[in-house]
């Protein structure tokens, strides 16, 4: 009875992921900030929170049952994308969305595996370096995995529907001139070094909330 409470216990945060994860893949479509960021900046990093949870509360099983959940949602709204044909291409480009799971999936159990290491220390210390380490990792990953022109392994054809994003720009349209999707990248990882830092309070909230049910 106590392996099927706890089974049941698993479900709101592999549901919280999964809509994490659905809303952050509509939201990515509209822009803000003449382009910088999209509004799913503001949704997706709410995933290590989620991850976070779960390994406090029930452990690092559950919490790699929930990522992997995400990762089978996340592969499911690329699909979805990928037939919905816009202006300049699919929604979800082939680059983009190889890119996304594959930053997704090495950046939370990244994650995993960090608030696991420090789990026994300060409450505020495993939430706070897991995520940031594990941000850095999912930003640098997507990026470059979907918009770098030196990554070439996926052929002309995916390239051309990326190729945009390496366009000259002027870094956070005010420094040196720099490829799109660098000043882009950057303000994605801003975002969620911001996120993780206001998302403690939630976390030491809901942690104990659900340590003591």
Not at 36 to 47: D, I, K, R, S, V
Not at 112 to 135: C, D, E, K, Q
Request: charged fraction near 10%; proline fraction near 4%.
């Amino acid at each position: 009875m106590k392996n099927l409470s706890l089974t049941r216990g698993h479900l709101p945060g592999i549901l919280a992921m999964a809509a994490i994860v659905v809303a952050s893949n509509i939201l990515v479509q509209f822009l803000i900030l003449d382009g910088l960021l999209t509004w799913g900046a503001f949704t997706y990093p709410l995933a290590f929170l989620v991850t976070d949870v779960m390994n406090r509360v029930y452990g690092v099983s559950a919490a790699r049952r929930v990522v992997f959940a995400g990762f089978i949602m996340g592969i499911i709204c690329s699909l979805i994308g990928s037939q919905i044909m816009l202006e300049y291409g699919p929604a979800v480009p082939l680059r983009v969305a190889i890119g996304s799971g594959t930053a997704f999936l090495i950046a939370q159990l990244t994650d995993v595996g960090i608030f696991n290491r420090f789990r026994s220390g300060t409450w505020w210390r495993a939430p706070l370096i897991s995520t940031l380490v594990g941000s850095a990792l999912d930003t640098a990953l997507f990026f470059t995995i979907a918009f770098s022109a030196t990554v070439a392994i996926f052929g002309a054809d995916a390239d051309a529907a990326i190729s945009w994003a390496w366009e000259a720009v002027p870094f956070m349209n005010v420094g040196v001139m720099a490829p799109l999707w660098v000043t882009l990248a950057f303000a994605d990882w801003l975002v969620k070094l911001t996120l993780a830092l206001i998302a403690l309070v939630p976390f030491r909230v809901i942690t104990a909330r659900l340590s003591d049910a």
